[in-house]
Structure formats: C-alpha cells, structure tokens
C-alpha cells in the first residue's frame, strides 16, 4: 500500500504499529496463518499474549457456536454462519463508533415480530448465556489481535479468521460424494450443482460479513476530510471487498495439507492477504479519527424585541435575554 500510516502522518507514536504487507512468495506462510494448527495455535497465544490464550476458543467451542447458529436459523430466516460472524465481528472492531450489541446483533440475528436481538430465540436461557460467552471471548481475542503490533501474518498474535474452506472439503471427497453434496448444497440454495461457483470461495463469507457492516452502517464509513487519511481508508475497503468475489483462479494450494488437492488460487492467497492488513489499517484508522462528532446546529434566538421563548409575556430583552 503506496498511502503512508496515518501513524507516520498524525497519529501520536505510542498508537503506532509498523505493518509488512504480505510476502506473495511465501505462500505455505500466509496458509499456516489463516488455518492455524489449534495446539499450536493455544501454546503460542500462552506464551505470548495471555489475553488470547484466556479467550482461545477450541474447535469443539466453534462447533458449537455452529450448532447454536444452526437452531437460531430454523426460527429465524438468513441466521448467517459464523464464518461471516467472524468477519462482521472484524468489521464493528474495526468502525469508528462503537455499536451496542443489540443495535449490531439485530441487524444480523432479528426477532421477526419485535426487530430486536431476543433471549427467547435461542433454545434456553443456558444456551443464549454460552453463545453469548463464547461471542465476548473471541471478540476479546480479534480485539487483541488487531491491536497487536505484528509486523507478519505468521506472527502468533496477528489475526487469524476462523474460516471452513469448503471448496477443500469438497475436492477431498470422492467425485460421487462430491456431485451428491454439491446437488445437495443446491436444493438449499437453488443454484446450480455444476462446478465450484455455488461454492464460497475461501474467505470470501468473512469479507462479506466484513463489508456488511460497512453496508449497514454507511455513515461510520464516510471518509474523513484529511485526503491522506481518506485515501487510505479507501484502499483499505477495496481490499477487504475484493474478497467478497469469487476465486475464478485455477487452484493451486491447499489450506489443509500439502498433498490434498489444491483449493484456493494463489491470487486468491494475496488478496486474503491483502484483506487481513487492511483490517488492519482500518482499526488503526478508527482509532486514531475516534468517533464522529455530529456538529452542532446554533438555535435562533428571538429579537431583543420579541415575546420571549418562556412564555412570561414579557420581551426577550427583558427576560431571559436580559
């Protein structure tokens, strides 16, 4: 990215945070970083940052996370997955006002009647309490991850998105199990069960879980007047919507192992890449803008000679004008 920080511009130097853009040449690198291994993963967030090692959320916590979705989407229509959780998680860290958990979680998870977030829609009060801790815990750890002054993706406490590539569970199966799941995938959708375009694309449910907040809370977003700031946060947004298209790239790794068949393009990698420093930018950005001040609009005031505001009878020179 050619635009400078606004750390090196105007932010004051103990917010600042020295950022590489990611190494193309690395590939194997920026996978790890997006899958990592789960132990290896919770061992290095213990040694070195506690605060992500205390939140870590296990895969069987993110399985039930999925669980919980999947109850939620029988009672209510367009339940998202976590996979665009995550990225809308990223995106409100990222936006320059903070947004209540009801005001963000109504926009995603809504009682049809009532239009607000409601306990009663999940199946107990125990499970909206453990979806609810489960929520703070990896948003205290996204947090700290996007605070965190890494300097490369592969670093222990950079940003690692909690993504399913489902492209790479398809290839992985037989080609009969593959056309059933795929014909499957599309009565639920009503798309098509040839190829991979019905498919997510790796990442690409974050970024438009990312991009939804953008969409939801446009004002939040404007760009700020200062024409360096604004061109920075502009790019910052076109990288994380590039990830909101499809990967038409012919695949060439894989996010699993190295001798399953390959998933993702490598342009498909760099623009993940690519994604990941502009969230980045952009939480650096709404922290040193802050929130917007709305301005505010003077009130006229009566004549010296008019009847005063107050209702007292009396002219505003001699009232509450006096």
């Not at 999947?70 to 995106?91: K, Y």
């Not at 750890?141 to 790479?168: I, S, T």
């Not at 623009?271 to 502009?278: D, E, H, I, M």
């Amino acid at each position: 990215m050619t635009t400078p920080r606004p750390t090196e511009a105007t932010a004051p130097a103990q917010a600042a945070a020295t950022i590489a853009p990611p190494d193309p040449s690395e590939p194997t690198a920026l996978i790890e970083a997006a899958q990592p291994e789960e132990a290896e993963e919770a061992d290095a967030a213990t040694q070195v940052n506690p605060q992500a090692a205390a939140t870590h959320l296990s895969p069987q916590e993110l399985d039930e996370l999925e669980d919980i979705l999947l109850f939620l989407g029988q009672r209510v229509e367009g339940v998202p997955s976590w996979e665009f959780l995550e990225g809308f998680m990223a995106g409100l860290l990222c936006c320059r006002r903070t947004i209540e958990a009801d005001e963000y979680f109504a926009a995603v998870i809504a009682d049809p009647a009532s239009g607000r977030f409601e306990p009663h829609l999940f199946q107990s009060p125990e499970q909206h309490q453990r979806f609810m801790q489960l929520w703070q815990r990896r948003w205290q750890q996204v947090q700290a991850a996007l605070d965190a002054p890494v300097e490369a993706l592969d670093d222990e406490r950079a940003y690692a998105p909690e993504l399913f590539d489902l492209r790479a569970l398809l290839w992985s199966l037989s080609e009969a199990d593959r056309a059933k799941m795929q014909a499957e995938m599309a009565a639920e959708e009503g798309g098509d069960a040839d190829g991979m375009q019905d498919v997510p694309a790796f990442a690409q449910l974050w970024a438009i879980g990312f991009m939804a907040v953008v969409q939801t809370w446009p004002e939040e977003w404007q760009p700020p007047r200062d024409r360096e700031l604004a061109q920075w946060m502009d790019e910052a947004l076109e990288g994380i919507e590039a990830l909101t298209d499809d990967d038409l790239d012919p695949p060439s790794l894989s996010t699993q192992a190295d001798d399953d068949a390959p998933s993702v393009s490598q342009q498909r990698l760099d623009t993940y890449g690519t994604a990941l420093w502009a969230a980045y930018d952009l939480r650096e950005i709404a922290r040193t803008l802050g929130p917007r001040v709305t301005p505010q609009r003077k009130t006229e005031q009566p004549g010296r000679n008019d009847p005063c505001h107050c209702g007292s009878g009396k002219k505003f020179k001699k009232c509450h004008g006096a």
